[in-house]
């Protein structure tokens, strides 16, 4: 009867250990996530690279990629599932997401705007605006990704993995 016990006992223990996410999926779930900021990251980066090339219709092409992989990201985290259910991680890349986006339709298409002014209409003020928009912006992504890091470092902590 004793080792019947203890082989139930055993069983037991493997199934719930077995049930448990690994440290491997958690960290697949994470790469998941950070990849679809990466993509967001990389078509930011183009956006403000074509600014210094002063052309409206690559400022406008590049936008619209900017848009297109962020809708692409908040489509991808509205679709996941929480991770063993706690959905925190997710939620944060979400707002994080939207954030972008939003930077995105104001900040940055403003400065869009400005910059296809014609260049007699582009003097001092709006070099000004272009700063304070940049700033504006800057500001609101830092503080979200501030948040996001943390969150991506308890739920890295949570899973036993180092990011």
Known sequence: MKSKSILFISLIVSVFISCQPTTEE?????????????L????????????DAYIPEEMDIKYNEVLKQINIAIDYTSNIQ????DAYFK???KTLFNSYKEVLENEQKSIIDLYKLPENEYGEEQVKEVERLRDQGNKKIDEIFGEMELVQKKFAEKYHFKI
């Open 82 to 85: 929480g991770f063993e259910d």
């Open 91 to 93: 939620e944060g890349a």
């Open 40 to 51: 967001i990251n990389k078509k930011f980066s183009e956006l403000i690279n074509s600014y």
């Open 26 to 38: 958690a960290k697949k779930y994470n790469d998941g996530i950070i990849e679809q900021q990466n």
